[in-house]
């Protein structure tokens, strides 16, 4: 059987955890057939981001141009998209209709704090988007004001949807979403459906290895788009995805940093998370 094809739209990550490399990895994952746009060359590895070269605009439109009008894809994911240039080439294709089912993953600043976007960029693709999943520092970048509690996030998942995108994940998994201050027991996402909040619960998982969470969450929704799910199975079916990936690679040590997922389930994983498709199917790992 063809598989279906998904494009991911972001920057390149040497170190292999995060960025182009991880959308690629997920969407294999998946068994989805992934292509890509390259939006900027980083290097970095698990502790830091050491220099960033962007792509120009032109070169992106091209890249663009040359995947769509062959390899169409059925779901688009963007990540890291650096200046405002590169944003408004990939609305313009958006707006041209060339990137379906577009899910934004607002990539500002990388898991070990160095800055890889602007807030105003990023906006610029939110009234195409059919999802968005900005984390709890992002969304704060793209509000102006700091969200940290479930029922913060809830109300910027509605805020960020009043700027055009269907549907928007506040994520929270990557600190104490209860500000407690001591580890949580539950993962706590927030997701408006477009009549209401949903909020997602899922086990936390305590380890350093959390490289390229955000990219792996939004590439699996959009494989899961690609593969013909409705956008709130997609996003659940995300969740378990990424959490099975974290509790396989926790024990890992790789690079003296924030280490990478097990994206294909090397490890095996937490065998309670169900991966199984709209059909009854199962999926990659």
């Known amino acids: 059987m063809t598989p279906p094809v998904a494009l ?3 920057g390149s990550d040497s170190g292999a955890g ?4 991880a959308d690629l990895k997920v969407f294999a994952a998946l068994r989805v057939y992934g292509t890509s746009v390259l939006t900027a060359i980083t290097a970095q590895n698990t502790r830091a981001v050491r220099a960033v070269s962007p792509v120009s605009a032109e070169m992106v439109t091209e890249q663009l141009t040359a995947v769509v009008e062959d390899l169409p894809p059925l779901a688009v994911k963007t990540g890291m998209l650096g200046g405002s240039a590169v944003a408004e080439a990939v609305a313009q294709a958006a707006r041209d209709g060339l990137l379906p089912n577009l899910v934004v993953d607002p990539v500002l600043v990388s898991t070990s704090g160095h800055r890889l976007g602007a807030a105003d960029a990023v906006a610029r693709l939110l009234p195409y988007a059919l999802v968005a999943t900005p984390n709890r520092a992002e969304a704060s970048a793209l509000l102006g004001w700091p969200v940290r ?7 910027a998942a509605r805020q960020l949807a009043d700027r055009g995108t269907r549907y928007v994940v506040v994520t929270g998994g990557d600190a104490d979403a209860a500000g407690t201050g001591s580890e949580p027991e539950n993962a706590v996402d927030a ?11 899922g086990p936390w998982v305590p380890t350093r290895n959390t490289h390229g969470t955000g990219c792996s969450f939004s590439a699996a929704i959009a494989a899961r788009l690609a593969l013909g799910d409705e956008v709130p199975e997609a996003v659940t079916f995300a969740k378990e995805y990424v959490n099975r990936a974290l509790r396989g690679s926790r024990r890992w040590e790789l690079g003296g940093g924030h280490g990478p997922l097990d994206h294909h389930g090397w490890s095996g994983g937490d065998e309670t998370v169900d991966l199984t498709g709209p059909s009854g199917e199962r999926w990659g790992v």
Do not use: K, Y
């Open 191 to 201: 997701l408006w459906t477009g009549t209401g909040v949903r909020l997602l619960r």
């Open 149 to 155: 509690t479930p029922d913060e996030m809830a109300e």
């Open 8 to 10: 991911t739209v972001a």
């Open 18 to 21: 995060a960025g182009i490399q």
